[in-house]
């Protein structure tokens, strides 16, 4: 049975509206007499819409409103038991019919409602207009949703607020609220002052979209959805120590990239200073002014520091759109509005188009085989990889495990390119991540190869690139004339950064004066696939060749675990299929890598190493105990015993660095570290951070002792365990490992190495 009708009365509009009639109806009650009902009250051609959506951004209701009567048909949570009854298939092809009536539907973000009407029902949605569309603004700020509202002046601003906060959680979202905001958009569009504005915006027709191209929009736009829903609702600011304060101005320098204060950010900050962990006294700020790690904060209020006190920083409100997020969801609204065919690009077509011909727009690359020239023996695999990457397929997928040589695959393609290189050869060196592009700058120094320039953003990450700091052009410094820029890269053809640099517009002139021909990915694993399409579209007319390096039994893309629909390409069957596979690694000792050769790699890895000894100690800590901290977890007893570890090492002046899965735990040994008068910065490591690097001796902290956690994550443990070159001691409680753990990789390697690798404390 559908809920009963109930009554709105607006709230929204500063003008007086007569209340607003809602009729909820199932989907499998909906008939023509419920829809010709609502028709009745429709007074021209123009129909307001809002969705509802649910978990992972599936559909759950939607709402048709006109001046005065709002129709909610809510969507069956058991989808199949519906379908038996019969009923869906009734009501979807009424749904279906009214979608694709001659009236103009207008909604908010109508590019979301109409993909995930096809992903979601099969349902497509003629004459639709995305209201958004009107401002100039980004479409996720309040200023965009005023503005395709009539206004600022028109609106009661904290109502619009309340309207639309939540969003897409049906959880967080009322009927009440769907049908408000179904009504509103019907409201904007019939101003007076906004009906040519609307007219002006390009219609939005799923109907005449080919079935796997809509199919293709659907999920780039589900899977950006979905990992904008992962974006935490606040943020605990990590700073290092001594900040000052000048009256109501707070000085202070971001102690991590991963927590900084964000530059522009609108959102709210409260600065709190505790003293003998309890709070004193606290302030709040916005618009914090931001040069490279220092970030100036003008509080609402006057704080005092007193001696041996400590200071918080908590940023309060979801992270505002990146730039590549908004051009992702611009792409696909402007093909959903045929303002532009990115499914016209031919790398679009060969990634996510798989069943159509590309037709190149670009010369094809030179195909012939040269020998190999590198100044170090690369093994059969690795000359096979580089080979690809000069011949003249347009795309070229490397499978590397660790200690493989990824980066001396990159490396001796680029010099090899470059060596046979014309006058328009140049080429693009990209990965998720900055330590990722330092590692590739530096195995380009280490092999004599310095012809190269790496853009990185300001104040972020140069410490980085201290031995390569004369290839280092720092994106603020760039000249803004060509003739400045063309002086800065002195000739180079080699551009490094990272992915979401390569589509920022400060590297307008870069990319002018060094088309962005050939584009290598390490990394791509990482890499969510849709993270491509800002490149895809800004540079499809120059682009020749792209090669994905990277391995997808290390980190997945970020939030693949709780979207489990995301995808790299290497999850993309058609691409990895002809995968090259770089079979020997050289970084792990021998009994390690053979390890993880039966376990990860079905045995086809291969090591070479002088190292054929034991090589991994674990150490039993009977008193450790895991605790939650936040929603991270710590263990006491394992920082104190890794702490002990630590000092073994700075005494035998070994080269050393600690991995543990949980930020509350990295913090706490970082802080330990420095108590204890050892080096701490860049000492201690989350697992996702320290991908790509290694060290002699790698001391994990596994901090889990009852329930397996993190290490049912098959990929990230294989990271952790796959970084040290010399040896490496294991942190954890025996009886858990050799019990609840003993399946887990982590418990599989302790059976393979035996009982005397254990060692007690």
């Known amino acids: 049975m559908s809920e009963p009708s109930f009554v709105v009365t607006q709230d929204i509009y500063k003008a007086s509206y007569p209340p607003i009639s809602v009729t909820p109806c199932r989907l499998e009650c909906l008939t023509r007499n419920v829809i010709d009902d609502f028709l009745v009250s429709v007074d021209g051609d123009t129909i307001g819409l809002a969705p509802g959506y649910g978990t992972h951004s599936v559909f759950s209701a939607i709402a ?42 207008l909604a908010f973000q109508m590019d979301i409602l109409a993909t995930s009407l096809y992903s979601d029902l099969n349902i497509r949605i003629c004459s639709a207009v995305d209201l958004l569309s009107i401002s100039n603004s980004s479409r996720e700020s309040f200023q965009a949703l005023t503005d395709a509202m009539g206004g600022a002046s028109f609106l009661n601003k904290q109502n619009v607020s309340a309207l639309f906060d939540g969003g897409e959680d049906l959880r967080k979202t009322t009927n009440k609220q769907i049908a408000l905001q179904a009504w509103t958009a019907w409201r904007a569009a019939n101003l007076v002052h906004m009906t040519e504005r609307v007219n002006h915006i390009p219609r939005i027709d799923t109907k005449s979209l080919d079935a796997s191209r809509l199919a293709v929009f659907a999920k780039l736009a589900r899977d950006l959805r979905c990992l904008l829903a992962l974006k935490p609702t606040s943020v605990h600011n990590e700073i290092v120590k001594d900040p000052s304060i000048d009256k109501d101005e707070l000085t202070v320098t971001c102690a991590r990239f991963k927590t900084r204060v964000q530059a522009r950010d609108v959102r709210t900050i409260k600065v709190q200073v505790l003293l003998h962990g309890q709070q004193i006294s606290f302030a709040h700020c916005r618009s914090p002014r931001v040069n490279g790690r220092m970030v100036r904060l003008k509080l609402d209020k006057p704080l005092k520091l007193p001696k041996g006190c400590i200071v918080r920083l908590t940023t309060f409100g ?52 040269i020998p190999i020239q590198f100044p170090r023996p690369l093994n059969s695999s690795q000359e096979n990889a580089v080979h690809a990457i000069m011949s003249s397929n347009r795309i070229d997928v490397i499978h590397g495990p660790p200690g493989t040589g990824k980066t001396t695959v990159i490396a001796a393609a680029v010099m090899n390119l470059s060596r046979c290189s014309t006058d328009d050869t140049s080429m693009w060196l990209v990965a998720q991540s900055n330590v990722a592009v330092k590692n590739i700058a530096e195995k380009l120094a280490s092999v004599g190869f310095l012809d190269f320039k790496v853009v990185v953003s300001k104040g972020r990450h140069e410490h980085l690139y201290e031995k390569i700091n004369p290839n280092l052009i720092r994106s603020d410094k760039l000249a803004k004339d060509i003739v400045g820029v063309d002086r800065q890269l002195l000739d180079s053809r080699v551009i490094l950064c990272t992915l979401s640099m390569l ?87 021998m009994r390690l890598g053979n390890f993880i050769s039966k376990h990860v790699y079905d045995n086809k890895l291969q090591s070479k190493h002088p190292h054929t000894s034991p090589c991994c100690r674990f150490i039993d800590v009977k008193k450790g105990k895991e605790t939650q901290s936040g929603s991270s977890w710590i263990n006491e007893a394992e920082i104190r015993a890794a702490i ?17 899965p949980y930020d509350a735990q990295r913090a706490r040994l970082e802080k330990a570290l420095e108590s204890a008068g050892i080096p701490w910065e860049d000492r201690v490591f989350c697992v996702d951070s320290f991908q790509g690097n290694e060290s002699d001796y790698i001391i994990l902290s596994l901090v889990k002792t009852q329930k397996i956690g993190f290490l049912n994550e098959k990929r990230r443990v294989n990271v952790m365990l796959t970084r040290c070159k010399k040896g490496m001691t294991i942190l954890t409680n025996r009886g858990f490992v050799e019990g609840a753990a003993k399946d887990t990789l982590v418990g599989l390697l302790a059976k393979d190495v035996g009982p005397d690798a254990w060692e007690e404390v």
């Not at 990115?342 to 990634?351: E, G, L, M, T």
């Not at 694993?525 to 994905?548: A, C």
């Not at 005494?651 to 660095?657: G, I, L, P, T, V």
């Open 64 to 105: 048709f409103a006109s001046s005065s009567q709002v129709l909610l048909v809510q969507l069956p949570k058991d989808k199949g038991k519906a379908k038996r009854r019969g009923g869906s298939g009734r009501g979807k092809d009424l749904l279906q019919s009214l979608l694709i009536s001659a009236s103009t539907k």
């Open 503 to 589: 589509s920022n517009p400060c590297l307008s002139n870069v990319t002018r004066l060094v088309p962005v021909r050939t584009v290598i990915v390490d990394e791509a694993s990482q890499v969510e696939v849709g993270d491509f399409l800002p490149m895809l579209s800004l540079f499809s007319k120059t682009l020749q060749k792209l090669v994905f390096i990277g391995d997808d039994k290390q980190l997945a893309p970020y939030g693949q675990g709780d979207v489990p629909a995301l995808q790299s390409v290497f999850e993309m069957e058609h691409l990895r299929k002809g995968a090259v596979f770089l079979d020997t690694q050289c970084i792990m000792p």
């Open 644 to 660: 002990s570890e630590a000092k073994k090492c700075v005494a035998k002046h070994r080269s050393y660095r600690i991995i543990t």
């Open 318 to 369: 979801k992270e505002s759109l990146t730039g590549s997020e908004q051009e992702r969801i611009d792409i696909v609204l402007r093909a959903l509005q045929k303002l532009f065919s990115i499914a016209s690009v031919p790398f679009f077509q060969a990634i996510w188009l798989p069943q159509e011909k590309p037709v190149w727009r670009t010369s094809t690359p030179s195909s012939k085989r």
